[in-house]
């Protein structure tokens, strides 16, 4: 009986093979044809599409920008960022892990994605924090994501002087700045890291916030001390992205005694001439507008003395047509590195007979 050939056994069928295999170099063996050896097939194609696979990175980046109120780029600011597991880092414009070099822009690069919040704990120099200090944001792998920027507005600023009784510049003095409740809060220097204006006698600084604040000369140049007219504090309502100026401070030359001559309606007159003496001794001249008077006003009088203590002042002659001022001595006390008022010497209009 014939079988059908799907019933040949696995063995039987690969015997077979190998017989007809085995004739068949032995065919070859007994002729003179040479054989030709088997050229190995190629391997498979890769598919291109595979070889360019992406693997994810599960990072991404994230962008930090700070402007003025103008969105004129500003820094360096730093920053608290809590991220992801509650990471907590610290990032300050243009630090090591910033990695772009632009002032006022912080690129943070293969961060870890997930939610982030981003705080600014340290305003650029002469801003103030912003009001919205704190915004959150989300890292997408392979994405750059841009933090809403954070905008800063100018600390108020305030311009302030020294002028002696001539009215030029005095520089080394310094200036105090307290708050609402009187307590000293900055020491301005002239000329100092806190003076942006690096000219003798010229302050100009920023206030530490908005509020209530006074500037105090109490600090004069040596050799000189406020005028006892002026008032030694200036008030200041200070408002973000305002500037203040402020009376200049007059200082006059210390120890010094200044004083004033008047009519009886308060009204300055002059020249007149005074002698200053301590008990027994007579010392100088002072003549309004001329000798050892220091002030070019008509009727107003500054000296210098050689030390403090006690003097007698007196005025020795009045001005024309008046009568000498009654008493025309008084005593004035100088104190050490101080700027005495001596007060108002008031002299009379002179009865002139009539013809």
Same mark, same amino acid.
């Given at each position: 009986m014939r079988l059908h050939p799907l019933s040949i056994g696995a063995g039987t069928a690969r015997r077979a093979s190998a017989a007809v295999l085995c004739s068949a &170099? #032995?065919? %070859?063996?007994? +002729?003179?044809?040479?054989? %030709? !050896?088997?050229?190995?097939? %190629?391997? *498979?194609? #890769?598919? +291109?599409?595979?070889?360019? %696979?992406? =693997? !994810?990175?599960? +990072? /991404?980046? &994230?962008v930090i920008k700070t402007v003025s109120v103008y969105n004129h780029p500003i820094g360096p600011a730093k920053f608290k960022i809590l991220g992801p597991n509650l990471v907590v880092s610290y990032i300050t414009d243009n630090d090591g892990n910033d990695a772009d070099a632009t002032l006022g822009k912080i690129w943070l690069k293969s961060v870890a994605v997930g939610n982030y919040n981003i705080c600014e704990i340290v305003a650029p120099p002469t801003f103030a924090l912003p009001d919205w200090a704190c915004h959150p944001s989300s890292v997408m792998s392979g994405s750059t994501t841009g933090v809403e920027a954070f905008v800063h507005n100018y600390l108020p600023s305030v311009a302030a002087g020294y002028l002696d009784h @001539?009215? *030029?510049? =005095? /520089?080394?003095?310094a200036l105090t700045v307290k708050d609402s409740t009187g307590t000293p809060v900055m020491l301005i220097a002239d000329n100092g890291a806190l003076d942006v204006s690096k000219k003798d006698g010229v302050f100009a600084f920023f206030l530490p916030s908005a509020g209530k604040f006074s500037v105090c000369g109490l600090t004069t140049p040596p050799g000189y001390? &406020?005028? !006892?007219?002026i008032t030694p504090c200036h008030p200041v309502n200070a408002k973000y992205n305002i500037g203040n100026n402020v009376p200049a401070f007059r200082v006059n030359p210390a120890p010094s005694a200044m004083w004033s001559v008047k009519d009886a309606f308060g009204v300055l007159v002059g020249p007149s001439s005074f002698s200053v003496s301590i008990p027994g001794v007579f010392l100088?001249?002072? #003549?309004? $507008? $001329? +000798?050892?008077?220091?002030? !070019?006003? @008509?009727?107003? #009088?500054?000296a210098k003395f050689p030390a403090p203590g006690p003097y007698t002042l007196c005025q020795t002659q009045a001005p024309p047509n008046?009568?000498?001022a009654?008493?025309?001595?008084?005593?004035?006390? =100088? &104190?050490a590195g101080a700027s005495v008022n001596a007060g108002v010497f008031t002299n009379y209009e002179a009865q002139v007979p009539s013809q």
């Open positions: &170099l #032995v065919a %070859a063996c007994d +002729t003179d044809r040479t054989v %030709a !050896p088997n050229t190995p097939s %190629a391997p *498979a194609e #890769v598919p +291109t599409a595979a070889s360019a %696979a992406v =693997i !994810p990175s599960y +990072t /991404g980046s &994230l @001539l009215g *030029a510049l =005095i /520089g080394g003095g001390a &406020l005028s !006892p007219e100088f001249n002072v #003549v309004d $507008n $001329n +000798t050892n008077d220091l002030d !070019p006003t @008509l009727g107003r #009088v500054l008046r009568w000498v009654q008493p025309p001595c008084r005593t004035v006390n =100088i &104190l």
